[in-house]
């Protein structure tokens, strides 16, 4: 059983398209995040939820637009997409950890390409 | 505001060569320390961690400890393996931050027969 699944994990469209990525975890985690994964490999926080509410939104644009139905499900959704949004786009989701630190399980990943 | 800076790469070595990934950081408080390694095509995996200084991590003959004087977290293995070959990405968690990462640039280590 798949921890964090992503879909699709492939995703190819044009420009100013609207685009969404599914994300879900049945590791019974209270937080999901969406990181950015640029083609450098850096990578970068956009969203966390904790129980369904944004907790962390790292200045997005506001074409992009996370949804948390339930807490072990977080979306992505993206509208008018640009050239520069081509990028791996991974979930994960984390719960406090014995000794306080949260440990992220990640997701495969879903690598978006803008043409 | 935080911040992790990782040696760069890419690194090249043979197998049984020793490995060090140099890894400073920046925070405020006393952050946790991770080291994830993203195997080609795949996500990111836990690969140890350190929650308080001195502490070290260890799996799968990687090492790291956390060196609050000297800002480190610096990865190590004795004899490096073909499979070996991956990102390796380290990383901070601050107390309050809901348990968001903040990674350094990511290290690519390729290791030849």
């Known amino acids: 059983d798949t921890a964090v699944s992503q879909t699709p994990k492939y995703l190819v469209t044009q420009m100013g398209n609207d685009k969404s990525i599914k994300c879900e975890q049945n590791?019974?985690?209270?937080?999901m995040y969406w990181y950015k994964q640029d083609s450098k490999k850096f990578l970068k926080i956009m969203f966390s939820?904790?129980?369904?509410?944004?907790?962390i939104n790292e200045t997005v644009p506001n074409r992009f637009s996370p949804k948390s139905p339930d807490k072990a499900h977080l979306n992505l959704h993206i509208n008018s997409l640009e050239l520069g949004d081509s990028a791996v786009y991974f979930c994960a989701s984390s719960s406090p950890g014995p000794s306080g630190a949260n440990v992220l399980t990640f997701g495969a990943g879903s690598r978006l390409t803008v043409l | 505001g935080n911040s992790v800076t990782q040696m760069e790469g890419p690194v090249t070595l043979s197998e049984e060569a020793f490995l060090t990934i140099n890894c400073t950081y920046t925070a405020t408080g006393y952050p946790s320390l991770f080291w994830y390694v993203q195997y080609p095509g795949e996500g990111l995996q836990l690969l140890l961690k350190?929650?308080?200084?001195?502490d070290k991590g260890s799996n799968k003959g990687f090492e790291a400890t956390y060196r609050k004087e000297t800002t480190s977290f610096h990865l190590e293995k004795g004899s490096v393996q073909v499979s070996d070959s991956a990102v390796y990405f380290c990383?901070?968690?601050?107390?309050?931050?809901?348990?968001?990462?903040?990674f350094g640039q990511g290290t690519i280590l390729t290791v030849h027969p």
């Open positions: 990383a901070l968690s601050a107390g309050t931050s809901y348990g968001k990462l903040t």
């Open positions: 939820y904790n129980n369904k509410e944004l907790i």
């Open positions: 350190a929650t308080k200084a001195d």
């Open positions: 590791l019974g985690h209270d937080t």
